[in-house]
């Protein structure tokens, strides 16, 4: 009888071991928002910080596709938000999901992120980025180790000021030789915020080598090159998160 038992929780055993190992393997590995912890434009006064449609379009498809998001900003916490529009249907189902509310609203500090983790790096948008993702080396460090291990790196509008400073393992910049796209020079001077700015992000982008593509203002662009996914303004976001996927499924 002892035996019996005894076979019964060895074959169990085994059974629940094999199904947690396809069940780890099944699993999606997870994917890193970043959002700006700055929340002012310059020494306009003018308040700024994530633009709220760069986060909700892409995160509505890829929580959709069935991955989990997590949130990381510089300073940790809640993050100041721009853009803020309930009228948009994905914006408000975003900020009404109360785990992905609490989740944006207590976002981990870079030191907290355990890039493994994850399968994408995704720097969103808003003006507050182009003062406090540009110079954190904590997040080129995670971001780097993500497309090291063969993830992806992905940016949409001002978040591109995130890659500038980023170098991989063989002393080039992530962006050197690539095609990459970001919010353009026409854009800012269209925003009135060219001498606002501390830099000039696509003069900087192509400064580390990119070849930088563009469409006309406020045109949905979107370009993937090497795992590395950038979008031009807000209005393409949503794509951005169309081709995080796209890239995934490959």
Not at 16 to 34: D, G, H, P, V, W
Not at 230 to 248: F, H, R, W
């Amino acid at each position: 009888m002892k035996k019996l038992a005894f076979l019964m929780l060895a074959v169990f055993t085994i059974g629940f071991a094999q199904a947690q190992t396809k069940k780890s393997k099944n699993m999606k590995k997870k994917i890193l928002f970043i959002v700006t912890s700055h929340d002012k434009k310059g020494s306009t006064g003018e308040d700024t910080g994530y633009y709220l449609g760069e986060v909700s379009h892409p995160w509505e498809v890829l929580h959709k596709a069935g991955y989990e998001i997590d949130f990381v900003s510089p300073k940790g916490g809640t993050p100041p938000v721009d853009g803020f529009d309930l009228k948009d249907p994905i914006n408000k189902e975003f900020w009404e999901n109360q785990e992905y509310k609490n989740k944006i609203d207590h976002s981990m500090t870079p030191s907290q992120v355990n890039a493994k983790e994850y399968s994408t790096i995704f720097y969103a948008g808003g003006h507050g980025a182009m003062w406090d993702f540009a110079d954190n080396k904590e997040l080129a460090e995670i971001a780097s180790k993500i497309y090291e291990n063969g993830g992806i790196v992905a940016a949409v509008c001002h978040g591109p000021a995130g890659l500038v400073n980023i170098k991989l393992n063989n002393g080039k910049y992530l962006v050197d030789g690539k095609k990459i796209n970001a919010f353009t020079n026409e854009e800012e001077s269209e925003v009135k915020l060219t001498n606002v700015v501390p830099f000039l992000l696509e003069d900087k982008l192509k400064e580390r080598g990119a070849k930088f593509e563009k469409s006309g203002l406020w045109q949905n662009h979107v370009v993937t090159d090497q795992r590395v996914i950038t979008g031009q303004n807000p209005q393409s976001a949503k794509s951005v998160g169309e081709a995080i996927v796209k890239e995934l499924n490959k």
